[in-house]
Structure formats: structure tokens, C-alpha cells
């Protein structure tokens, strides 16, 4: 059983940077760590994804702006979101998977969410 907890969410103005972390227990080894939003009356969406070797994947979106990384030792995925906008405003979640994928139904764990909000 794998339990995700997210943190690191805020009230940030446009231009600003975040770093979020995803602190999962249990044996997250092998699997793909996702990270995805969902912001009020919308789906929720993929923004980025690492690997086990630590290829990473982005949304058109965020790349070149955010960057998803994993320490290991601690069992943690961060998210660092610069250049912060507000349409960057949403409910961030960090998610595990058993096979490579963009969609939320490739993913079998789900954290609690945490609200990231980007004033203008």
C-alpha cells in the first residue's frame, strides 16, 4: 500500500515560485511519480511525471517552468514552479503509477491534494 502526502502550497504572486513535496510511504521504488492539477469546474490534468531512472515528462504548459524531481533517501517528488501564473491556480496533486501515462486513470494512488493560488 503506497500513501501520498503533498505539501508546500500557498498564496503567491505572479512571478513568484512554489516548491511542493510529495512525501510517499511505501515501496514507490519502481513506480512513475506524477503530479497533477485541477483547478475549480475543470478536469484535472497532467503537468509532469519522473521516472524511476528520472526521465522526466511535462505539460506543454509548465515546461521550461516547473520541474518535478525525486530524492530517494527520503521518498519524496517535488515539484519547484517558478514563474508562477494565475492560471497556475488550482489544486495540485501528486500521484503514483505502475506504467508510464498522462492520464489520471493510468495512476493507482492519489495524494490529498494542496491548493496553489497565484494573484495578479
Known amino acids: 500500500q503506497v500513501q501520498l502526502v503533498e505539501s508546500g502550497g500557498g498564496l503567491v504572486q505572479a512571478g513568484g515560485s512554489l516548491r511542493l513535496s510529495c512525501a510517499a510511504s511505501g515501496r514507490t521504488f519502481n513506480y512513475f511519480m506524477g503530479w497533477f492539477r485541477q483547478a475549480p469546474g475543470k478536469e484535472r490534468t497532467f503537468i509532469a511525471l519522473?521516472?524511476?531512472?528520472?526521465?522526466?515528462y511535462y505539460a506543454d504548459s509548465v515546461q521550461g517552468r516547473f520541474t518535478i524531481s525525486r530524492d530517494r533517501t527520503k521518498n519524496t517528488v517535488y515539484l519547484q514552479m517558478n514563474s508562477l501564473k494565475p492560471e497556475d491556480t488550482a489544486v495540485y496533486y501528486c500521484?503514483?503509477?505502475?506504467?508510464?501515462?498522462?492520464?489520471?486513470?493510468?495512476?493507482?494512488?492519489w495524494g490529498q491534494g494542496t491548493q496553489v493560488t497565484v494573484s495578479s
Open positions: 519522473i521516472d524511476w531512472a528520472g526521465n522526466t
Open positions: 500521484a503514483a503509477a505502475k506504467f508510464l501515462g498522462r492520464e489520471p486513470d493510468v495512476y493507482d494512488y
